[in-house]
């Protein structure tokens, strides 16, 4: 089923959800451009929601200021979405569950974020065309033309890679188009 931005939106089950990132404009049943008021109808479906004024985030582990943060879901499922000056939804990071036996998965074009190891997931990225960008000894990485953003900071006992750090991706980051164009031009040689 699509809605009216063309994004399809799919029946979830709470934690058996099936989710497809669909950068830029969000995931399955979660669209951003939205404003806060439609947003928080949008993310019910999930679970609770708090919204919170003045929220403090991490990205990529520097500490920015933003307007207004809101977190869904419940103990198996959790997002987090930012909103511009303007009111509206500009990111949605979707969190790795802590039960590695849960049911529910987080695609993109077919490749599951959440049980691939981040190694393998960014080399199949890259080879179907798409830069990605890497920070902090592969903690971090992005690639600026899908608008997706990958963390490998847990927050909890994970299963750990050859280099110490968790083996799979702990969060997915979907931006709004042009989110990491500051960023990239930074990052150019």
């Not at 949605?92 to 998965?105: A, S």
Request: glycine share 12%.
């Amino acid at each position: 089923m699509a809605g009216a931005s063309g994004v399809r939106l799919g029946r979830c089950r709470f934690w058996g959800v099936d989710i497809e990132l669909q950068p830029p404009a969000g995931f399955t049943g979660m669209v951003l451009g939205r404003s806060e008021e439609e947003t928080v109808r949008a993310a019910e479906r999930f679970g609770p929601v708090s919204v919170s004024r003045g929220a403090l985030v991490q990205v990529a582990g520097e500490p920015f200021l933003i307007p207004t943060k809101m977190v869904a879901g419940g103990p198996e499922f959790n997002f987090a979405l930012t909103f511009d000056e303007s009111g509206n939804a500009d990111t949605v990071e979707v969190w790795r569950p802590p039960d590695p036996g849960h049911d529910g998965t987080v695609t993109f074009e077919g490749l599951d974020v959440f049980r691939t190891p981040w190694s393998k997931l960014l080399a199949e990225l890259e080879s179907r065309g798409h830069r990605i960008v890497r920070e902090d000894g592969d903690l971090f990485a992005y690639a600026p033309d899908l608008t997706l953003g990958f963390s490998r900071d847990a927050a909890h006992e994970v299963p750990e890679d050859a280099d110490g750090l968790p083996l799979y991706f702990e969060s997915v980051l979907v931006a709004a188009a042009g989110y990491y164009d500051e960023a990239d031009e930074t990052s150019e040689p």
